[in-house]
């Protein structure tokens, strides 16, 4: 069975300043398996930027594999410069996917999830300030 993901990327709290001279411009690249996503970047918004924007992906159910991730990648926006990647965090949404199979739409209202700093790649311990996003899932038949 498929279905629709709506994705609702409402805002981030909290990130780590990356510019020395104004305020930075931040970004979402969102990933689910092999679909790439891209926020619009809220220019000049700094530190608690604001998007309310929606995105939305077909998700296959079940899935080989099994894995239901999606991946937020918060970046800075840089003229000059390669843009600077403030934090990232994985959401599961497996349980949410599995509900709207069994009822046909199920929704996450909005929440808060911890972003957590990346060094050379690599997740560290640190945290980067929150993200909040929604989801629902429909059927399609």
Same mark, same amino acid.
Do not use: C
């Given at each position: 069975?498929?279905?629709?993901?709506?994705?609702?990327?409402?805002?981030?709290?909290?990130?780590?300043?990356?510019?020395?001279?104004?305020?930075?411009?931040?970004?979402?690249?969102?990933?689910? !398996?092999?679909?790439?996503?891209?926020?619009?970047?809220? !220019?000049?918004?700094?530190?608690?930027?604001?998007?309310?924007?929606?995105? /939305?992906?077909?998700?296959?159910?079940?899935? *080989?594999? @099994?894995?239901?991730?999606?991946?937020?990648?918060? %970046?800075?926006?840089? /003229?000059?410069?390669?843009? @600077?990647?403030?934090?990232?965090?994985?959401?599961?949404?497996?349980?949410?996917?599995?509900?709207?199979?069994?009822?046909? !739409? *199920? /929704? *996450?209202?909005?929440?808060?999830?911890?972003?957590?700093?990346?060094?050379?790649?690599?997740?560290?311990?640190?945290? *980067?300030?929150?993200?909040?996003?929604? %989801? /629902? %899932?429909?059927?399609?038949?």
């Amino acid at each position: 069975m498929s279905g629709l993901l709506e994705i609702m990327l409402v805002d981030a709290q909290g990130l780590p300043e990356s510019d020395v001279v104004g305020k930075m411009d931040p970004y979402v690249l969102i990933q689910y !398996k092999t679909h790439k996503l891209k926020s619009y970047v809220a !220019k000049g918004q700094g530190s608690n930027p604001v998007w309310n924007e929606k995105f /939305t992906l077909w998700v296959d159910y079940p899935e *080989a594999n @099994d894995h239901y991730d999606v991946r937020f990648k918060i %970046f800075d926006r840089d /003229t000059l410069s390669a843009d @600077d990647l403030i934090g990232e965090t994985t959401i599961p949404v497996k349980d949410i996917v599995e509900l709207g199979v069994e009822k046909g !739409k *199920a /929704t *996450a209202e909005p929440r808060k999830y911890s972003v957590f700093e990346s060094k050379n790649g690599e997740l560290t311990q640190g945290r *980067a300030g929150d993200l909040h996003v929604g %989801f /629902t %899932f429909t059927t399609k038949q």
